[in-house]
């Protein structure tokens, strides 16, 4: 079963941003929070991952609160094509472990112009 | 090398008969996932390969599923006597030998059992 639980859908005006909200509130010491997206009949897209440290890329942010139990995953200037199935995961980053990722539900953002 | 490749995007097959789904993943990596993703549900992983081994199998992959990987490059994955319960979106993943930094995922395979 996924470790995580997200909201199932969400809204968000084009340009707003928009924050994805994420609980794990059983997470490891040695779990990162892995975040991907997926767009109608693709296949998931890695977006960005972190351990205890707040992250950002060209795509993202994602702030970890500090006790880790949850975190949020933000898209700074939404736009159309961020409409997406959006999922939080957590997952082992080891050679010697198979690093399999456990989908949920995911939240389905749309982005409304 | 442009990703994760996957072939067909698309099968339409009569219950009963077999099929075969191929996987070029990144050239470079080593790990290699399969996973089935049904219609309003996140991908369930099936089954794992480091190189040519294969290291986990799911629950969900019955004796009508099996999977290769030789000589650690692509993959294969084959359903015998096919059911309507296949039915479903057939994703391959590639990643380094820690993954870090995420899987690159191919656009899958959607099969069609009528």
């Known amino acids: 079963d996924a470790k995580t639980t997200q909201p199932p859908s969400m809204d968000c005006a084009e340009g707003r941003a928009a924050n994805l909200p994420c609980n794990h509130s059983?997470?490891?010491?040695?779990?990162?929070v892995y975040w991907y997206r997926q767009i109608h009949s693709q296949g998931p897209q890695y977006i960005i991952h972190?351990?205890?440290n707040n992250e950002t890329n060209e795509m993202a942010s994602l702030i970890i609160t500090e006790d880790r139990k949850s975190s949020t995953l933000i898209l700074p200037h939404a736009t159309l094509r961020d409409t997406a199935v959006y999922y939080c995961?957590?997952?082992?980053?080891?050679?010697?472990?198979?690093?399999?990722?456990?989908f949920g539900q995911g939240t389905t953002l749309q982005v409304k112009p | 090398d442009t990703g994760v490749s996957q072939n067909p995007r698309h099968k339409i097959t009569k219950r009963g008969q077999n099929v075969t789904f191929r996987c070029d993943p990144i050239?470079?990596?080593?790990?290699l996932y399969w996973y089935r993703q049904t219609l309003g549900q996140g991908p369930e992983f099936l089954t794992y390969?480091?190189?040519?081994?294969?290291?986990?199998k799911s629950r969900l992959l019955s004796d009508r599923f099996s999977a290769e990987r030789p000589k650690g490059s692509f993959s294969t994955l084959e359903i015998q006597r096919t059911e309507q319960g296949d039915s479903a979106m057939y994703l391959c993943?590639?990643?380094?030998?820690?993954?870090?930094?995420?899987?690159?995922f191919g656009s899958g395979t959607r099969l069609t059992v009528v």
């Open positions: 993943a590639s990643s380094s030998t820690t993954g870090r930094g995420g899987y690159t």
């Open positions: 059983t997470i490891s010491g040695n779990e990162y």
């Open positions: 972190g351990l205890k």
């Open positions: 995961i957590v997952r082992v980053e080891s050679a010697s472990n198979t690093g399999k990722l456990i």
């Open positions: 050239s470079e990596h080593n790990r």
């Open positions: 390969f480091q190189n040519e081994a294969q290291l986990e």
